[in-house]
């Protein structure tokens, strides 16, 4: 029988509202109890001055497979998120084919099963072919094992269609992710509408395309009485719009990507095709409100949107080049950066919080916790490690990141899946 103790960490499991300096225990590649382990031959992690925190969980990953695998693959994702410190990863159903059939779903599962380091789940689309015209077989993807469905990358304009997917949804228990985004209103739009689109002649996508999306949601939310998820929130509207549905008790929440608070749509000046994401980059007002949101807990959720890109399909003309950057590899390290010694938005538990019990709640997933008898999915942080972004070392198997060169504080060291380690800080 295996056995790991892990000695003298600020252990942090806000499941439990545990945060102490303790040892974890983990036997059969589950979290155990101190008799458990008691009198057996054990390997042990010293995790002195470190946080042991639940594995981390990011709701938000684009995996290229199938389809795509020159941009990243299962495995090389997974090696990503091990690095960036997740056990669990949720990949979006925008693959190709798409993921909108139970097929599909088992390819990815087995997939996985091969060749991934971390527990990969995977969410199956809303419509057919993400074109939003016809809904998806739901069920039977409920039935395939999908833990969540969404359009992301695209987003269904048709309410009554959005409207039938969230009944379904509801009926068969499954949560829903939107991507919010109202066609009409963006058009052709490739950067946040305002000064900087205007200045460079690129055209604007406003805050508005993705507020009024937010709003539907909240609409339908109401009248379905279930539960709809708000995908990388980037305007200030958005916030607002959810913070006060939530204080009526509507079903809704929100997520955040670290490009969302780390940069503003400044970043577009010099052309950069590594600044160009959907939604795009915004202005100071929508950071700052983010940050309120993340503060008073309107927003509840951090992932990456991790969206890898070779290189050569980036090196084009800004309004040719695909939306997105990789993100599994920096998004630790800058939210601890930005969120928890810059701005002080929060404390470390509140984020770890956000990567944990938060996206496990919303997916109804074992995982986030340290209680006795779940997966010992465990990563060890060390939030002060000083450390300078080079995409060169990337697990990625792309490099599309504007990050590079960031001198940022806080660092993942140790990722643990199911009582392995999967990665080591060397
Ligand atoms: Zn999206």
Known sequence: ???????????????????????????????AEMSDVKDQKSEEIDAKGLIVAPGLIDIHVHLREPGQGHKETIASGAR???????????????????????ATIAWIKDRAAETACVNVLPTGAISKNIAGEELAPIGSLANAGVVAITDDGHCIQNHEL???????????????????????????????????STLLGLPGWPAAGEEAIVMRNI????????HIHCQHISAAGSVRLIREARKR??????????????????????FDTNCKMNPPLRTRADVDEILQGIADGTLSILCSDHAPHAGFEKEVEFDQAPFGIVGLETELGLF????????????????IGMYTVEPAKLLKLDAGTLSVGAPADITLIDPKLEWTVRKDQFQSASRNSPFEGWKLR?????????????????
């Open 1 to 31: 029988m295996s056995v790991t103790i892990i000695r003298n960490g600020r252990v942090i499991d806000p499941a439990n509202k545990r945060d102490d300096v303790g040892d974890v225990f983990i036997a059969k590649g589950k979290i």
């Open 80 to 102: 990503a998120a091990a690095a960036g410190g997740f056990t669990t990863i949720v990949c979006m159903p925008n693959t190709s084919p798409a993921a909108d059939n139970p």
């Open 162 to 196: 959005m409207r039938r997917a969230v009944e379904y949804a509801r009926m068969v228990g499954l949560p829903l992710l939107d991507h919010c985004q109202d066609s009409n209103l963006v058009g052709n739009g490739v950067v946040n509408e305002g000064y900087w």
């Open 219 to 226: 609409l339908l939310a109401e009248l379905c009485d279930h």
């Open 249 to 270: 008790g509507v079903k809704i929440s929100g997520e955040v990507c670290p490009h969302h608070i780390a940069l503003t749509d400044e970043a577009i000046q010099n």
């Open 336 to 351: 601890i950066d930005l969120l928890v010694h810059k701005h002080r938005t929060i404390d470390i538990a509140r984020l």
């Open 410 to 426: 806080g660092h993942a060291v140790r990722t643990i899946v199911g009582g392995k380690t999967v990665w080591k800080l060397s």
